[in-house]
């Protein structure tokens, strides 16, 4: 048995809005999968409330939610308005991934996005960012 944690990290990716762009997603997908991930992926189109609704549900480790479409700002808010509006608010990292400028990166942390991985972000690096976003939520 190897020194990794019998339980996979659980991921949710989720593309939220009108961006009809998921083929990096999808590759994301597939690199956290290769790494030993349970990655579930909730296709296009959803929205914030649909989103919250599955990760809760699945019991993740992480959401990671893939934005190509300039609306970060007042999804990921929208996305802990949510959180903040629930009794039991669920213990997930939350990460940005996809095209946001530098400038709001901060802007987004002080929301709580545990980390932002741009478009130019490689396979490598989201592996071991991820890896080190899902155990902060155990304590």
């Known amino acids: 048995m190897s020194d990794q944690s019998a339980v996979p990290i659980r991921i949710m990716l989720a ?3 009108l961006d009809g762009h998921d083929r990096g ?3 994301v997908a597939r690199t956290l999968r290769d790494a030993g ?3 579930i992926y909730t296709g296009l189109h959803r929205s914030p409330e649909q989103v919250v609704e599955a990760a809760t549900q699945e019991d993740v480790d992480v959401l990671g939610v893939s934005l190509l479409s300039g609306a970060h700002m007042p999804i ?3 996305i802990f308005e949510i959180l903040g509006a629930m009794e039991d608010r669920p213990r997930f990292a939350i990460v940005a991934g996809g095209v ?3 400038e709001d990166e901060l802007e987004l942390q002080k929301m709580g996005v545990a980390a932002v991985l741009g478009q130019d972000t490689t396979p490598e ?3 071991e960012t991820i890896k080190e976003c899902a155990p902060e939520m155990a304590s």
Do not use: L, S, Y
């Open 125 to 127: 690096k989201i592996v």
């Open 76 to 78: 990921f808010t929208k």
């Open 25 to 27: 997603v999808k590759v």
């Open 100 to 102: 946001m400028p530098d």
């Open 37 to 39: 991930m349970e990655v």
């Open 15 to 17: 593309k939220i809005g």
